[in-house]
């Protein structure tokens, strides 16, 4: 097991712990870099998909690992922000000025919902959320004359200065680019006051109250920065679907949102990473197991929410740390490792905790 | 003024539904405190056995109507007694995502094994009206607001009068104190969770006639939750109230006003609800103590 052992300031102000985790994150990088000279076109759409769904992972991420609201809403996010862009690029306005704008104008509806909403607690902001959620599915649906209503709307494909970015590599690269930045500003975030107080929140909103934190306003901040990423991941989004269509955005994506956070694991930016890469997997999975499945099995649209269900469910009960929290466990064990014990993470035994206080 | 009359009866019609599937939420909640995301579902895999036995198998209305609830409950114990028991005492936002979790599973279930297809249901009462002064009431939704007042009387007296209704009510208040009293709340909490499913098929069924039945029904249950919240959760004339409530709202913003509205209407009350009273119409004021 390794100990680091710091001598210098600067290794506190650091963002990684130690020089293996530069080496191994650089080949990572490299390894990115260098994808699309190996990758055929198709999977490396599906890597792009997988980029741009960390990038909304991180937002929810933020506000349910991280400031632990329940957020059912994110989808209602994402569709702003995939709406925004495709009406802005339309009426011509350049890719570089549409992206951010379409992110801030997501993130400034998050904040103008999140002040009345986060009044309310537990699964009062779940179901809140869902009306949000709801309400705004049928915006897009029935403003016909910017979304398109029913029919959909095409997106235009982004081009930045003559450029266009609407090849695999390129799409990829933008992708790649967004994925590493937004984790990097998010994980340096989480580490200023705000994000402090976010923790502080979500671990006991009472001591934080009492030890002066405005509840108000940093809850409202994290929906704010949760639906900016979200809005971000729409934009993105909506160049990967080229045609939008309203239940694109609908109850089903803001569930997927949440189950990318808790089987990558709750509360770690990691797992905001292994949460992408489980959502999009499992259908690329499913569909080449499907020529081992007898016809009547694999011809079943059902079989992917089920399986997801499923997987779900199985997580909670058994893993609520999720794939990152199992990774530690699977690092700690090799690194001390003949003396692993069974208690090591061990949950406490809990009782119920009423949330009705009289 | 007849046509007011007329659309707000089928609008308490429609309501009466809302009405009884928030009361499953309800008494979910009340009970262990789990929000069951589940329970639009509960109420479609309950239709559609129903639905099965009587069309398909050639049964007796009522008679496959008590196997349909009987099934369902049995069901819903079991869901307690092997899944949601396991996540007590976990924070909120575990049991949230186990419903919905769960409702993906039966969901996908029922398509498996029913498919796509939406279907109808003939009830023993569906063919004549009645008439007053040039209103006219359908059978069908009578049945719809007799089927919801008898079932809700009924278990008014259970819970009100009967040692198992007195044993849960406990339950539900102080789970600990009743340990101690000897009451088997686990045991109860899975009777709980039976009868809610037996409520939601209840519920299914009778909203057969007016809507199909196919895979794609639970989704009445996000209206279900706007009527548990106007009424304040956890109160049980409050969720059928709300409902009512819920139901008229969407049938006049469906008349007066176009259909985005409708569609909009309940969440739109279910958002002004948690804004403005979050406490419902029934639900006692709560104030935090530390």
Known sequence: ?358 | MIETIQFTINGIAVGCIYGLVALGFVLIYKAGEVVNFAQGDMMMLGAMLAVTLIVTYKLDYWLGLAIAIALMMALGALIDATVVRRIVGFPQFSTVMLTLGLGFILRSAASFVWGPDARTLDTPFSAGVWRFMGVTVSHTYASLIIGTFALCAVLFVVFKYTRIGNAMQAASENQLAAYYMGIPVKAYLSLVWAISAGVSTCAGVLLAPVALVDVNMGSIGLKAFAAAVVGGFGSIPGALVGGIVIGLVEMYAGIKLDTAWRDASPYLVLLAVLLLMPQGIFGSSIRKKV
């Open chain 1, 1 to 358: 097991m390794r100990y680091v052992f710091k001598t210098r300031y600067e290794q506190d102000l650091s963002l990684t712990r130690h020089g293996g985790d530069v080496f191994w994150y650089s080949i990572l990088l490299i390894g990115a870099a260098f994808l699309p000279l190996v990758m055929g076109s198709y999977q490396l759409g599906e890597l792009s998909l997988l980029l741009i769904w960390v990038i909304g992972g991180l937002g929810t991420m933020i506000v349910v690992g991280y400031s632990g609201q329940i957020s059912l809403g994110q989808a209602a996010f994402i569709g702003l922000g995939a709406y925004a862009h495709a009406v802005m690029l339309k009426i011509g306005i350049p890719f570089l000025l549409s992206l951010p704008a379409s992110a801030l104008l997501a993130g400034a509806m998050g904040l103008a919902i999140g002040m009345p909403l986060t009044r309310l607690h537990g699964i009062y902001l779940a179901i809140g959320t869902l009306a949000f959620a709801s309400v705004a599915e049928q915006i897009f649906a029935h403003w016909e004359g910017v979304t398109g209503g029913l029919r959909g709307m095409a997106v235009q494909p982004p081009e930045i200065m003559g450029l266009k970015l609407d090849s695999g590599p390129s799409f990829y690269y933008l992708c790649l680019a967004l994925a590493i930045a937004c984790p990097l500003g998010v994980i340096n975030w989480l580490r200023s006051p705000t994000g402090r107080a976010l923790i502080a929140i979500r671990d006991s909103e009472i001591a934080a109250k009492s030890m002066g934190v405005n509840i108000v306003y940093y809850k409202a901040v994290a929906f704010s920065a949760s639906a900016f990423l979200s809005g971000l991941m729409g934009a993105l989004l909506a160049h990967k679907i080229s045609y939008l269509a309203p239940e694109t955005f609908g109850p089903l994506l803001s569930i997927q949102m949440l189950m990318l956070v808790v089987v990558g694991g709750l509360g770690a930016v990691h797992g905001a990473y292994f949460g992408a890469a489980f959502i999009v997997m499992l259908p690329v999975a499913i569909s080449a197991a499907k020529q081992f499945m007898p016809q009547s099995i694999s011809q079943q649209p059902a079989i992917e929410p089920g399986l997801f269900g499923i997987i779900l469910v199985l997580f909670i009960i058994f893993e609520p740390t999720g794939m990152y929290g199992r990774w530690q466990k699977i690092k700690y064990f090799f690194a001390v490792f003949p003396l692993y014990k069974v208690a090591s993470f061990r949950r406490q035994k809990t009782y119920m905790r009423t949330e009705r206080l009289k």
